[in-house]
């Protein structure tokens, strides 16, 4: 199974979703700020999710980790709508990194 171009993001995600920070979440003031939480549980990812075109239940539904999540996307989504969500999981990422190094963040409705 090929992810082209998101094949970064996987790995990454396989690597980031063993450590548990144990530090609140910048953006929403969450205890624990969990890769989980970052690209899906936190209400700015959450929006982004929603606007990207994926169901409440499927973001509403808890996971301990992000590749569990994953996972189970892959079995109800097809190859197009996966590469989608991993396109914007990417931008989401993106948008992370720079909220927490320049302290900005755009808002959902931009990404
Ligand atoms: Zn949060």
């Known amino acids: 199974?090929?992810?082209g171009p998101h094949r970064f993001l996987w790995k990454a995600i396989w690597k980031l979703d063993?450590?548990?920070?144990?530090?609140?979440?910048?953006r929403c003031g969450a205890e624990y700020e969990t890769l989980i939480h970052a690209l899906k549980d936190c209400p700015t990812s959450w929006a982004i999710l929603s606007i990207g075109?994926?169901?409440n239940?499927?973001?509403?539904?808890?996971?301990?980790?992000?590749?569990?999540w994953l996972?189970?996307?892959?079995?109800?989504?097809?190859k197009?709508?996966?590469a989608d969500l991993m396109t914007t999981l990417?931008?989401?990422w993106n948008?992370?990194?720079?909220?927490?190094f320049r302290g900005k963040e755009d808002e959902a409705q931009l990404v």
């Not at 063993?18 to 910048?26: F, L, S, V, Y």
């Not at 239940?57 to 996971?63: A, M």
């Not at 996972?71 to 097809?78: A, G, I, K």
Request: net charge negative.
């Open 1 to 3: 199974m090929g992810f």
């Open 18 to 26: 063993t450590i548990h920070k144990i530090r609140e979440c910048p």
């Open 53 to 55: 075109g994926l169901e």
């Open 57 to 68: 239940s499927t973001i509403l539904k808890e996971y301990n980790c992000c590749i569990d």
């Open 71 to 78: 996972e189970d996307m892959m079995r109800v989504l097809d």
């Open 80 to 82: 197009r709508a996966m």
């Open 90 to 92: 990417w931008n989401s």
């Open 95 to 100: 948008n992370k990194n720079n909220f927490i």
